[in-house]
């Protein structure tokens, strides 16, 4: 009995201790994506300046944006990471939890990459291709659809290598998946005028055929591990794989990145935004925070650095593309004046 | 119905078929042990020979002068730049140097800032010291970036690898044992990235899940099987203990997040709360094995403490708790061991983060050992799988320890009737 009752003292003091420690530490949550990126910075961070190191969460750019709008106060992030744009809903589900000020701060670029083993030849697809040998349902003829029915790739596109159309890449909750429908199907889809034309009149219709991907075998979740798609493309020379730019740069004595409309997946072309499927990634900041948690500013002053983001910083050697000098000072202004975000 | 053969003779016609019955049977079972022991030998070769890696780092030997200004300006790896221009002197151009500065690590310089703490006397002094190179020079080292590629599908340009032939001319780079993965916290530089940082968050979590879990597992395991009448109500609890145990540890992640975050507000990350999650998931293993092992010990001891005047109490404190003590402790290690490898209630409760900082108290922001495997596997660089396969092997080691400990105990203390 003597024990349990000093257990239970023992457990209560640390739940005191617990909750009247003011936090000295910045909080970061979000995006898988921007994780390599803003690690990267927390840990410079933390090794040059006076301030502990930010602890960072790898949740998903939703998850992330979930916590960030639970409230103000300690027990909540004062960062998120996002691989998309913050969403008026959410920005709606903030203002309600008393969040009215945020800033938005755009990083720079992702670009993903549709690649295949180097023992095979290199992939030359167009965003119509992906389209037509990914989505489930596929145009036949004017206004009418049926079921994709392409088995290999010369069934795509006269051209294209004989094989089995066999595509590893990340599952729904990824928001690289969310990404590559939106950029890599729908611009595909889009190249098909009556689709297109659908837009205006039936916006739902039109997302669900250009967003939605095949569900025969085709296109085959292989989990969030990027590295894992690699590893599964060196075995199979036949099958692509979707995954972000940095595991490219990675990986690039073992596989390659298809050209897409002719443009191959390079730091150049992506960063010059010729290379059509590609990203903005953000981080948004809880400005109430600003001042309270110590070191917000001087971390987001350090993200924004040009030995950061800029074209020769070190995110750059972790595979992040940077943005034009202009739009790099323009953000940077914002961060630093802590400007409240516009949708 | 003439030629109706004797029992005996019946049984002599079958005996060959039931003797290669049971050989083939044996046979089978030799089959299956060969095969789990061949599956597990491949998983740990393949590991180990990917994971050993991880253990050696390459350094290179540079001459370093603590110059003044620089130290003063507290620019360590503009101390390590000097240097390697004082290395490759005829290294002009600005992309060059740019490139040559790239052999070293980052961190290079801190290992400088440390040497200077400890001997400020280094003040305008050259010294000759090894330092950690980068993650792509340390993979060509070890042979996992192939030469023979053309230039531009291999991280390392034909440039770097002549400065590094350079060094290897003079022997000047050469692999070292990589104390900095036992003594460093995590680091998104893969050659000063270490595992002390999740080591001390498991052993923290550890301790909180052994200090929550055994008092309470040993306390109701004792209840339940000396005191407890046998009803409705002990029935259902039991069947409920049963059930726990097979629950998916991620139910107790969820559980933990709802209420030791949102309800009781404890601090995100802390292995406080990861011990906590932990203690609900061993509490069944620990209260199972507790009551089977009261269960071992036979009643006479029990009739005859009472016969002697003794109260149920002190029966059960003097004589059957310490003899059901191997048992239970057993229990304890094997349900620890258990929450040693767990990483999926750690990701609820925000335990699956970066953390650079070696934490050191309950309510510091820590990983785990298994989720620092998972953060790494999942990182671009090709230098952090050889680390992830070396923290695999670590886990192992912990885990292989605390499991001869618990077959150890079993071996030597436990009673049998």
Sequence with gaps: MFKKTLMIAAIGGVFAAGAAEARDQIRIVGSSTVFPFSTAVAEQFGKTSSFKTPVVESTGSGGGLKLFCAGIGDSHPDITNASRRIKSSEVKKCAGNGITNITEVKVGYDGIAIANSKKAGKFELTLNDIFLALA??????????????????????????????????????????????????EGGCKTIPWIKAMKKKDKKAYKSLCHTVREDGAYIEAGENDNLIVQKLEANPNALGIFGYSFLDQNADKVQGSSIGGKDVTFENIASGDYPVSRALYFYVKTAHVGKVPGIAEFVAEFTSNKAWGDEGYLADKGLIPMPKTERAKFANDAKEFADLNM | MTDQLSNSERIQAGLARRYRAEKRFRLYGIIAVVLAVGFLAVMLSAIGARGFGA??????????????????????????????????????????????????????GFDLQGMYKADPELLGQTRTVWLPTSDDIDMLMKGQIDRVLAEDDRRVSDKEITWVDQWIASDRIELQFNTRFFTGGDSREPELAGILGA?????????????????????????????????????????NINNLAAVPSIVFGLLGLAMFLNFFGMPRSAPLVGGMVLALMTLPTIIIAGRAALRA????????????????????????????????????????????????????????????????????????????????????????????????????????????????????FERRW
């Design chain 1, 136 to 185: 489930k349902d596929i145009p036949a003829g004017e206004g009418k659809l049926k079921a994709n029915d392409n088995k290999t790739w010369a069934d795509v596109r006269k051209g294209l290598p004989n094989v089995k159309i066999e595509v590893l890449g990340p599952p729904p909750t990824s928001g690289t998946r969310d990404a590559f429908a939106e950029l890599a199907l």
């Design chain 2, 199 to 239: 080591v001390m968050g498991s052993l923290l979590s550890l301790t909180v899940c052994l200090a929550l879990s055994f008092p309470l597992g040993v306390m109701t395991a004792v209840y339940l099987e000396e005191f407890a009448p046998k009803n409705k109500w002990t029935d259902i609890i039991e069947v």
């Design chain 2, 297 to 412: 010990v036979p009643p006479s001891i029990r009739e005859a403490a009472l016969g002697m005047g003794a109260s149920p109490i002190q029966t059960v404190t003097h004589h059957v708790l310490p003899l059901a003590m191997p048992g239970m402790l057993t229990g304890t290690i094997i349900g620890m061991a258990q929450a040693l490898g767990e990483s999926a209630p750690l990701l609820m409760i925000g335990m699956v983060a970066f953390i650079v900082d070696v934490p050191a108290a309950f309510t510091d922001p820590a990983t785990a050992l298994p989720v620092q495997i998972y953060l790494w596997a999942d990182s671009p660089e090709r230098a952090f799988s050889e680390r992830t396969s070396g923290a695999i092997i670590v886990l192992l080691g912990f885990l292989i320890t605390m499991n001869i400990i618990a077959v150890f105990m079993r071996k030597s």
């Design chain 2, 55 to 108: 253990f050696y780092q390459t350094h290179a030997s540079l001459e370093v002068t603590f110059d003044e200004e620089l130290v003063k300006d507290k620019d360590w790896q503009g101390i390590v730049k000097v240097a390697m221009r004082k290395s490759f002197p005829d290294v002009k151009a600005r992309r060059d140097k740019r490139k040559l500065y790239k052999l070293m690590s980052s961190g290079a």
